[in-house]
T-cell receptor, first 109, second 115 residues
Framework: QKEVEQNSGPLSVPEGAIASLNCTYSDRGSQSFFWYRQYSGKSPELIMSIYSNGDKEDGRFTAQLNKASQYVSLLIRDSQPSDSATYLCAPGGNEKLTFGTGTRLTIIP | GAVVSQHPSRVICKSGTSVKIECRSLDFQATTMFWYRQFPKQSLMLMATSNEGSKATYEQGVEKDKFLINHASLTLSTLTVTSAHPEDSSFYIC???????????FGDGTRLSIL
C-alpha cells in the first residue's frame, strides 16, 4: 500500500461549485497534515495545515481530518478558475514529507 | 512569515559545467532542508534531506557525488550539480522546515537547462 493515495484526476468542477479533494494515508502515527497547491511550472505552496480531527476552515478552503479512517480532505467553495492546479496532500510528523501524486483540478468557467 | 528564497531561478549552461543553487530561509531557522527534482508532468521527487551541520541523507538512486549538498547554517543550504549533463536538466526545488511536525515551505525553484 502506498503511504499516501490521491485520485490523480483530472477533476473538473464548474466555476462556483464546491471542489472536493481526498487523500488517504497509511501511517496511523501521523499527527499533522498539509495541503499544497502547485500551479503548472511553479513550486508547491502551502494552503492548509490541520493537526486535529474535525474541520478547519480558512476562507474558501476547508480541510477535514478523520484519523480513525486515515482520511483527509480539502473542500474548495465557490471554485474559481484560479483554483485550477494540482493539489498535493502530505502527512507530517516524520523526518520527511511523503507527498501523494496529487490531484489535478480544473475549474471550468 | 516562513519565506524561503531560492537562487538562481533559471540557469542555462553548457554540458560539463557545475551549477550551485542556494536555498535560504529568510525569517525562520530551518532545522531541516530538503531538495526535490521535478520533471515535466511528473511528481515531486525527493533527492535528499539535509540537517544543519550534518551530512545530507540521499534518497535511493540519487548520486551523492553528483549532487553535493551543504547545509552550513540554519538558514542556508546549497545544492551543487557537478559536471552537469543534459539529462540533469530539470526543475529543482528546495524546502525548509522549522520542526518535525511543521509544514515544509518551498522556494520558487530553479529551472536548470543543460545544453
Amino acid at each position: 500500500q502506498k503511504e499516501v493515495e490521491q485520485n490523480s484526476g483530472p477533476l473538473s468542477v464548474p466555476e462556483g461549485a464546491i471542489a472536493s479533494l481526498n487523500c488517504t494515508y497509511s501511517d496511523r502515527g501521523s499527527q499533522s497534515f498539509f495541503w499544497y497547491r502547485q500551479y503548472s511550472g511553479k513550486s508547491p505552496e502551502l494552503i492548509m495545515s490541520i493537526y486535529s480531527n474535525g474541520d478547519k476552515e480558512d476562507g474558501r478552503f476547508t480541510a477535514q481530518l478523520n484519523k480513525a479512517s486515515q482520511y483527509v480532505s480539502l473542500l474548495i467553495r465557490d471554485s474559481q478558475p484560479s483554483d485550477s492546479a494540482t493539489y498535493l496532500c502530505a502527512p507530517g510528523g516524520n523526518e520527511k514529507l511523503t507527498f501523494g501524486t496529487g490531484t489535478r483540478l480544473t475549474i471550468i468557467p | 512569515g516562513a519565506v524561503v528564497s531560492q537562487h538562481p531561478s533559471r540557469v542555462i549552461c553548457k554540458s560539463g559545467t557545475s551549477v550551485k543553487i542556494e536555498c535560504r530561509s529568510l525569517d525562520f531557522q530551518a532545522t531541516t532542508m530538503f531538495w526535490y527534482r521535478q520533471f515535466p508532468k511528473q511528481s515531486l521527487m525527493l533527492m535528499a534531506t539535509s540537517n544543519e551541520g550534518s551530512k545530507a541523507t540521499y534518497e535511493q538512486g540519487v548520486e551523492k557525488d553528483k549532487f553535493l549538498i551543504n547545509h552550513a547554517s540554519l538558514t542556508l543550504s546549497t545544492l551543487t550539480v557537478t559536471s552537469a549533463h543534459p539529462e540533469d536538466s530539470s526543475f529543482y526545488i528546495c524546502s525548509a522546515r522549522i520542526a518535525g511536525n511543521q509544514p515544509q515551505h518551498f522556494g520558487d525553484g530553479t529551472r536548470l537547462s543543460i545544453l
